[in-house]
């Protein structure tokens, strides 16, 4: 009698521990989905405000750039958010996202800045660079959303950013006004700095990761270009 009490005792101990093993794992599983969906919200709204503010520079830089590139460039990236903004805000409706209408105080700074500068060479320099440093940032976000992300449908969109940045960024240093230096990012862990060549090979990692746009144009429909 004494070892069968003994036995169900341990048999219930083993029971209670496993129970809460699976309520604690379930909880860790819940808090990991919520911080990924957080990403997914962070990529949302920053392409969505890229858009305000790098669209707004860029017809900008159509108007006062110094040479026929930066001009052609800035009417290029005006239309890749004609493209790419309409996505975000589908997604941003299924997933049930608010979108800003304003962007942040630093975006509304570097506008400014571009509309400010001088005509000529200085004006040229200030929008390509500022917007390389911008596209090094949103390539980042895209590139953690498209690793980690549980939803499908954000996974090809973030790849469709990451391609689109790529694509930008060949854009705006086909200027011949980029400056090595304002293309810097700050690792999501260890705090390490990359540089242009690290940059370059995380890009393409992640290109070779699995390009995903046209199951992104199957599940949403490919928003019509301006």
Known sequence: MLFRSVAKGVVMGMGIALTLACAALAEFSRADAMELRSADRDLLVAVHRAGIWEGQA???AQQHGNTVRVREVGAEIVRDY???DPVARSLAGRLAVALPDTVTREQQAWTDEI???DPGQR????YVNRLRAAHGTLFELASQVRAATLDDTVRAFAQTVVETM???LNLLESTGVAEPGSLVLTAARGGNALGGADFV???VLSV???AATFRLIRLLGAPSGK
């Open 58 to 60: 860029s017809v900008l």
């Open 82 to 84: 004609d493209r790419l």
């Open 115 to 117: 509309r400010t500068s």
């Open 123 to 126: 004006f040229d320099r200030v």
């Open 166 to 168: 790529l694509r930008q």
């Open 201 to 203: 090979l995380a890009a």
């Open 208 to 210: 070779v990761a699995g």
